[in-house]
């Protein structure tokens, strides 16, 4: 009898995850088969994919000028996504400590970014950060900006933006984590002598991990991606992988070069989740040895 009715709950597991097993294998798994596929296959002359198989593609990502667009596209990934968890944190702890009334208020002013367009949000901050624009006449009225100096089309410029963009998304899981958390832990280590910076930091900080990781997954990948945020704010010399994986697309029409940065692109970002997934992995059993016998 225990044997059917396990048997049953199996067999209901297994009919209510089909519909997302579906969802991953058409919307991720064979768009990243074919992406991958694809890399694989030469360039037709007049553009789009040709027949047959060759390692040429492959070859070609060998270029020179690669490594140092790889080695931007993470340096600004990685920088976005510090910068934005820097910021994340403390703004998660003031919400989560609030008064209800005002964490309402709170998490609006959050959200409301994204009831603007992003295009409209990016050219704004263009528009800001102009040449002729005012922030840029008042930095040099001020005294605090050269009249030569550039505050536009740079990687200080797309940086901005990159952190602007997505801080909304690292902000939202972190608070998410700290509403949950129990704060008569960080009195507690407070009442022990621990200073509010330590208990902070080793009871707090340890508390929201869960928070900090998805946070750190939402803001890096997405930014290890941009092509928009680099082509509109930065110059030549800001472009990241994205703006190659665009430029291949719809320039060259050399679909196969652009599904080989592509597959690059997408095993950095399985890279991070496969070690974020291998750490909780771990932590579970540790977890579970701790728990009541």
């Given amino acids: 009898m225990h044997g059917a009715t396990a048997s049953r709950k199996s067999l209901t597991e297994w009919?209510?995850?089909?519909?997302?097993?579906?969802?991953?294998?058409?919307?991720?798994?064979v768009p990243t088969l074919t992406i991958f596929a694809i890399a694989f296959r030469p360039v037709n002359l007049d553009g789009g994919i040709g027949t047959g198989w060759t390692l040429?593609?492959?070859?070609?990502?060998a270029n020179p000028n690669y490594p140092s667009i790889v080695w931007r596209t993470v340096r600004l990934s990685v920088a976005t996504t510090f910068i934005c968890l820097a910021l994340a944190v403390p703004c998660g702890y003031f919400m989560a400590r609030v008064r209800e009334s005002w964490r309402q208020a709170l998490?609006?002013?959050?959200?409301?970014?994204?009831?603007?367009?992003?295009?409209?949000?990016?050219?704004?901050?263009?528009?800001l950060l102009h040449p002729e624009g005012w922030l840029k006449q008042g930095l040099v009225f001020?005294?605090?900006?050269?009249?030569?100096?550039?505050?536009?089309?740079?990687?200080?410029?797309?940086?901005?933006?990159?952190?602007?963009?997505?801080?909304?998304?690292a902000i939202l899981p972190i608070y998410a984590a700290a509403e949950k958390f129990d704060f008569r832990l960080t009195e507690a280590a407070?009442?022990?002598?621990?200073?509010?910076?330590?208990a902070f930091w080793n009871v707090f900080i340890p508390g929201i991990n869960r928070g900090l990781l998805t946070a750190f997954l939402v803001v890096f990948i997405p930014a290890l991606g941009s092509y928009v945020i680099p082509d509109i704010m930065?110059?030549?010399?800001?472009?990241?992988?994205?703006?190659?994986?665009?430029?291949?697309?719809?320039?060259?029409?050399?679909?196969?070069?652009a599904s080989g940065l592509s597959a690059l692109l997408t095993l950095a970002?399985?890279?991070?989740?496969?070690?974020?997934?291998?750490?909780?992995?771990?932590?579970?059993?540790?977890?579970?040895?701790?728990?009541?016998a």
Avoid: C
Avoid at 15 to 29: D, E, G, H, M, R
Avoid at 56 to 61: A, D, I, M, P, S
Avoid at 107 to 127: D, G, I, K, Q, S
């Fill in 190 to 198: 407070r009442d022990l002598g621990a200073g509010a910076l330590r």
């Fill in 234 to 257: 930065g110059g030549p010399s800001s472009k990241m992988i994205g703006n190659k994986i665009a430029q291949r697309t719809f320039s060259d029409r050399n679909w196969p070069h």
């Fill in 107 to 127: 998490l609006l002013l959050v959200v409301v970014p994204f009831w603007t367009n992003f295009l409209v949000r990016v050219f704004a901050w263009r528009e």
């Fill in 56 to 61: 040429e593609t492959w070859r070609g990502l």
């Fill in 269 to 292: 970002v399985l890279g991070p989740m496969v070690v974020v997934l291998m750490l909780q992995g771990r932590r579970q059993p540790a977890a579970n040895k701790e728990g009541p």
């Fill in 15 to 29: 009919l209510v995850s089909i519909p997302t097993v579906v969802w991953l294998l058409v919307f991720f798994v």
């Fill in 142 to 169: 001020l005294g605090l900006a050269a009249p030569e100096a550039q505050l536009l089309y740079n990687e200080y410029a797309v940086l901005l933006v990159l952190v602007y963009t997505h801080l909304p998304f």
